[in-house]
């Protein structure tokens, strides 16, 4: 059966030519354990061979009751030999079909993984993470199942109707020709019957569902159904639920009772036609009762088949919906990444003293690109140089920082990073010449040292230790009595706000970056973990070419150049001094807005 255990049901998809060559493309995962695949395959043809051998012997065995009592004990051997190849053959299926579907599922989920995060981020900015992580999971389960199961019981199943069809043309032509005609038909329409309904339970289920959520919204909001007295609208509207309810209940269980009568009728009424029929062949002589016997169990095998087929059917198509998410999701276009020379990659190539430039750049996100974010920002940073970063919230500051990481790329105008275009940059050299401490700091659900060594996992112990102490997160982590063992939970729920922030500030100093990004890193904080954390930025930024957003007025005070960013242009620039002295200039009404000395938006 189809399996249910995952959330988010993969939606089926016709069977059609080009499904099945996008299912072909899954074939380079599958080659390396080809040979293993036709020895599971020779296997499921000799088991299935084997399992249509078994009527005709025990239709013998009858009739050598009647005919030659001295065959019964050979034809009972074969019959036992049957039954041992038969099981050794599908151990042997099932062994090799789930070694290759193990390892080339693996191989495919560890390509999509690759793939994924070599994706730009507007991609996962217009997925849900649930939505990918369900290709990885649910999808993936529906290949498992088609490699493992599906597939053998489709070839299973051919085999079975031909293989029985010829065997019983062979026996009887015309008991043949009659019973083709009554018994795959009831089995077509038991089967359509059978869908019908399971797609009325569905209805049943979601009515039921509906008829709950007036219960649960009245009851969590009772109050307001009280202090409104609306109790008579929601009994009214329960009631006309559950009614809907009952109805579709009753109507569900007549379809029901009409398929139990439908088999019985159908279905048994199918096997006795065939049966009155061969019992006449009998009588005239023109068939023995073994052959009968073995030609009825054939005729179960045949329907059961024709059944399973359907089933089988539905089960590909969901496979093709699997299969094509899964290929729509490899096809997406991965991060450009700049070719310049490796010996380019660190050294700024003119005599340039601008770290950073960003001319003229106008962005909007992918997702609102009706809404301009930057609109012809001019900004530079030079090298050695602390440039403040200062606007209302939502002006676009953390913007300017997704595009310095080439996260997104202007629509118009250029970013140029040591005089050369952002875009000409290998996004490692680009990425790792930087360090970023964040706006909201999520670490790894792993140690507080894996956490800090992620900014240069060859870092000695000695290097992360330091890089801890200048961060002044050392105390609190000697503190901990697993030290920087400590697990930090989940996201790194199980520390402050102000202990994950010195971790990625320690993070960040571990990687001794060329170019430090602060995005309102003490925002959030209490008083003491702020003042922690803003000597530990002090100690970070010392001699270094830094971009930092709007954090406390004290550093936005002492940096060499204040941008003040306004309706995604810079409005102003200048030292603190110069803004400050501009009659109604805007960093200093947003200086004196903010008072007693924090300048935090968020
Ligand atoms: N991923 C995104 N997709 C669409 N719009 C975004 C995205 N991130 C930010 N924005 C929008 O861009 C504008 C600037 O955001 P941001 O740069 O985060 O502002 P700031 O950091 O200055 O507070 C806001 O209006 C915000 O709603
Ligand atoms: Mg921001």
Redesign the pocket.
Known sequence: MAKAQFGNKTPKKPITWSALKQMARMYVHVKPYRGEFLLGLLMLLLSSGSNLAFPKYLGELVDAAQSDPSAIDGIALTLVGLLLAQSVFSFGRIVFFERVAQRSLASLRAAMYNHLVSLPLPFF?EKRIGELTNRLQSDIGVLQETFTSTLAEFIRQVVIIVGGIALLVYQSPSLTGFMLLVLPLVVLLGVFFGSKIRRYAKEVQTASAESNTVVDETLSAVATVKAYTQEGTEKARYRSALERVSALGIRGGILRGAFSSFIILGLFGALVAVIWKGASLIASGEMASGQLFSFVIYSGFIGGSVGGLADVYSRLQRAMGATEAIMAMLDEQPETSGQMPATADTEPTGSTDEAVRFADVHFA?P??PD?P?LRGLNLILREGQQLALV?S????????VQLLYRFHDPQQGQLLVQGRDAREWPLEALRGRMAWVPQDVVLFGRSILENIRYGRPEASDDDVRRAAEDANAWEFIERFPEGWHTQVGERGVQLSGGQRQRIAIARAMLRDPKLLVLDEATSSLDPESESLVQSALETLMKGRTSLV?AHRLSTVRHADVIAF?HEGEIAEVGSHDELMKLEGGRYRAFVQKQGSGTLT??
């Open positions: 900015h996100y997702t609102r809404v974010v606007g919230s939502g002006a676009g500051k953390s913007t300017v957003i960013l938006s968020q």
